[in-house]
């Protein structure tokens, strides 16, 4: 269960709906909550039309750490006015995603609840990478919040309901599990676990002595091992079902199979690659970050060859992964 959440802050406005899920959050599982702003030396250069750089004079810095300190009381006051949960502030300084990473881990933070702007394009390489290398820098569950078409009529409070959790049988995907299951529990959401069965060149040759489709023996093998993991999370006292889809690109079959179904939340896993490793290597965690319309649970565990929802029967799991892979 969670204990400790922290939501990043900028002042812009943006946070509100990930400040509302935390909130809600703790109120659930009685957790403290953690507002924090991090001013970093990017802050005092000028970010208007013109290109001129603002000299950062000790009075500068001055006047912008108080009128942050001022912000982000302010949030904190009107936050302590809609609940009744613990609520605790800080303002720290240096490099943002460094900041953010050090007092979570100093403070022993076990969630971190944070917005997307909704960007796309250009906009997004910028203002996206705060959260991009925050979970690549962390191994704390981060939940980032995605905010409706309209944000004059914010839905982003409203409980998650529905979690899509994609496994491909691997031990990394399986990590996501135990981070899910307190969620689903406070959120008395129920969850499915899908997996998206991608055909390959030999399964399109056209073969007359093939007695089956070439999905028949992957959807078995996919089902063997998906229904493990279900009884692991029926176990816990989270609802648990199954699927098996059939698509080529699984970023895109994920968000697209969460759309139709109605999932308010995708969790996934990630190995948390960055620079020129990412680019070569692809993340279907990253797809799916970019492209649903959902909000996101994003976990990059330490070990990536671990499961830790359950080591019973993890050579079977093996075998059953096998099956279908």
Same mark, same amino acid.
């Not at 109605?262 to 797809?287: E, K, P």
């Given at each position: 269960?969670?204990?400790?959440?922290?939501?990043?802050?900028?002042?812009?406005?943006?946070?509100?709906?990930?400040?509302?899920?935390?909130?809600?959050?703790?109120?659930?599982?009685?957790?403290?909550?953690?507002?924090?702003?991090?001013?970093?030396?990017?802050?005092?250069?000028?970010? +208007?039309?013109?290109?001129?750089?603002?000299?950062?004079? =000790?009075?500068?810095?001055?006047?912008?750490?108080?009128?942050?300190?001022?912000?982000?009381?302010?949030?904190?006051?009107?936050?302590?006015?809609?609940?009744?949960?613990?609520?605790?502030?800080?303002?720290? /300084?240096?490099?943002?995603?460094?900041?953010?990473? +050090?007092?979570?881990?100093?403070?022993?933070?076990?969630?971190?609840?944070?917005?997307?702007?909704?960007?796309?394009?250009?906009?997004?390489?910028?203002?996206?990478?705060?959260?991009?290398?925050?979970?690549?820098?962390?191994?704390?569950?981060?939940?980032?919040?995605? =905010?409706?078409?309209?944000?004059?009529? =914010?839905?982003?409070?409203?409980?998650?309901?529905?979690?899509?959790?994609?496994?491909?049988?691997?031990?990394?995907?399986? /990590?996501?599990?135990?981070?899910?299951?307190?969620?689903?529990?406070?959120?008395?959401?129920?969850?499915?676990? =899908?997996?998206?069965?991608?055909?390959?060149?030999?399964?399109?040759?056209?073969?007359?002595?093939?007695?089956?489709?070439?999905?028949?023996?992957?959807?078995?093998?996919?089902?063997?091992?998906?229904?493990?993991?279900?009884?692991?999370?029926?176990?816990?006292?989270?609802?648990?079902?199954?699927?098996?889809?059939?698509?080529?690109?699984?970023?895109?079959?994920?968000?697209?199979?969460?759309?139709?179904?109605?999932?308010?939340?995708?969790?996934?896993?990630?190995? +948390?690659?960055?620079?020129?490793?990412?680019?070569?290597?692809?993340?279907?965690?990253?797809?799916?970050?970019?492209?649903?319309?959902?909000?996101?649970?994003?976990?990059?565990?330490?070990?990536?060859? /671990?499961?830790?929802?359950?080591?019973?029967?993890?050579?079977?799991?093996?075998?059953?992964?096998?099956?279908?892979?």
């Amino acid at each position: 269960m969670y204990r400790k959440i922290m939501v990043p802050t900028d002042g812009s406005g943006f946070d509100r709906e990930a400040i509302l899920v935390a909130l809600r959050i703790a109120e659930r599982c009685s957790a403290s909550v953690t507002l924090i702003r991090v001013l970093s030396a990017r802050a005092y250069f000028g970010t +208007g039309a013109t290109p001129e750089v603002v000299m950062a004079t =000790p009075e500068t810095m001055r006047l912008e750490r108080d009128a942050a300190e001022s912000e982000l009381h302010a949030l904190a006051e009107e936050c302590r006015g809609l609940t009744a949960v613990e609520l605790t502030e800080s303002l720290e /300084q240096g490099p943002v995603v460094d900041a953010l990473a +050090g007092y979570a881990k100093r403070n022993d933070i076990d969630l971190i609840v944070i917005s997307s702007h909704g960007r796309r394009g250009i906009a997004r390489l910028s203002l996206g990478s705060v959260t991009d290398s925050l979970i690549r820098g962390t191994t704390i569950p981060v939940l980032v919040v995605k =905010p409706k078409a309209s944000y004059l009529t =914010p839905e982003a409070s409203k409980e998650f309901h529905h979690i899509v959790v994609p496994l491909d049988g691997s031990a990394l995907a399986e /990590q996501v599990l135990a981070r899910v299951a307190p969620l689903a529990e406070v959120e008395e959401a129920d969850v499915t676990l =899908p997996h998206v069965v991608t055909p390959s060149e030999d399964d399109y040759a056209n073969d007359p002595t093939r007695k089956l489709p070439w999905w028949e023996k992957k959807f078995a093998g996919a089902r063997a091992y998906l229904t493990r993991r279900a009884i692991e999370l029926n176990a816990l006292g989270v609802p648990a079902m199954i699927d098996v889809v059939i698509g080529e690109k699984i970023g895109d079959t994920i968000t697209d199979y969460a759309r139709r179904c109605g999932a308010d939340l995708i969790a996934v896993a990630t190995h +948390g690659r960055g620079g020129l490793a990412r680019v070569i290597h692809g993340s279907v965690a990253d797809a799916i970050t970019k492209s649903a319309m959902s909000s996101i649970l994003v976990f990059h565990p330490d070990n990536a060859g /671990q499961r830790t929802l359950s080591s019973e029967g993890a050579g079977k799991a093996r075998e059953e992964a096998a099956a279908f892979a």
